[in-house]
């Protein structure tokens, strides 16, 4: 029989009853698979979230406008995670020979840079990824999407937009309030309801946005309002997701080339994705 004490670190087990630190992927006393990481931390905050959610509607019952609230949470239900790159990130991923898409952590590492940037965003990734997680052994397989409702990305991270397989991902997929190394940077600090899991993704965008609907608002005004891109990445607001674990091209669905003032080579290099992505069942097309 085994214990069930929790601390705030722990879970436990559903198979033999014992107490599993957050950070293990597996129990270490049956030895079976556990949640992924981010996933076990977002249970813990489930019941924040939840009181965020519920004020949410109350208000939107408050200020008469229940219906559109829940026309929103019901949009948002069916959101998709997407990213952008650009198309010489999956040229050197899918040409390589190994296929894995590299996390942002894991290309950083890799890349040269002669100046810090200000904040630097690769240390406030580290600290965020710890902060929200605990995870510093796994940080390096943590990868950083968006909610859309429309399969459209942030635009400032490159010119090819990628919709994730929901069947690849969502066992391992949380969602976050926003940018979390920009919120981070501000106020080093976060709420205990900005995390989700994902099948609780649609209580977070109401929790998130709720008071930016009121009786005008309509379903069109939805896709925009869930995501929108900035000037600048700094100015993109939206809903984060985090995915923990690798990916390949079989964890994408589908990818779109934004080709206009694209020069020859370009086009050479999409066409070498492109063909390599169709063997691997991946919808792909260019605009």
Request: proline share 3%; glycine share 6%; net charge negative.
């Amino acid at each position: 029989m085994g214990s069930n004490s929790t601390s705030p670190n722990s879970l436990i087990c559903e198979s033999c009853g014992n107490s599993i630190p957050l950070n293990r992927s597996n129990c270490p006393h049956c030895g079976r698979p556990r949640l992924f990481q981010n996933v076990n931390q977002s249970r813990t905050v489930q019941a924040e979230l939840e009181q965020r959610y519920q004020a949410a509607k109350n208000e939107a019952v408050s200020r008469g406008c229940e219906q559109q609230v829940q026309d929103f949470e019901t949009a948002c239900e069916n959101s998709v995670a997407v990213f952008c790159c650009h198309l010489e990130r999956l040229l050197k991923t899918f040409t390589d020979g190994t296929e894995i898409y590299g996390s942002y952590s894991q290309l950083e590492s890799l890349r040269l840079r002669y100046e810090k940037s200000i904040p630097d965003w690769d240390k406030l990734r580290k600290e965020v990824e710890i902060e929200l997680y605990g995870i510093d052994p796994f940080s390096n397989d943590l990868h950083y999407a968006a909610l859309s409702l429309d399969g459209e990305g942030l635009k400032n991270y490159g010119n090819c937009t990628i919709l994730l397989r929901e069947s690849m991902i969502s066992h391992r997929a949380t969602c976050f309030e926003g940018n979390s190394a920009q919120l981070y940077s501000q106020i080093h600090n976060f709420e205990t309801g900005w995390l989700s899991a994902w099948e609780l993704r649609h209580k977070l965008c109401v929790a998130k946005l709720s008071l930016k609907i009121d009786s005008s608002v309509t379903p069109p005004d939805f896709v925009r309002m869930l995501l929108t891109n900035g000037k600048t990445s700094s100015d993109d607001n939206y809903v984060e997701v985090h995915i923990l674990g690798p990916m390949t091209a079989r964890t994408f669905e589908y990818i779109t080339w934004d080709s206009k003032n694209q020069d020859q080579t370009a086009k050479t290099y999409w066409k070498a994705v492109k063909e390599k992505l169709q063997t691997q069942g991946v919808k792909v097309s260019e605009k």
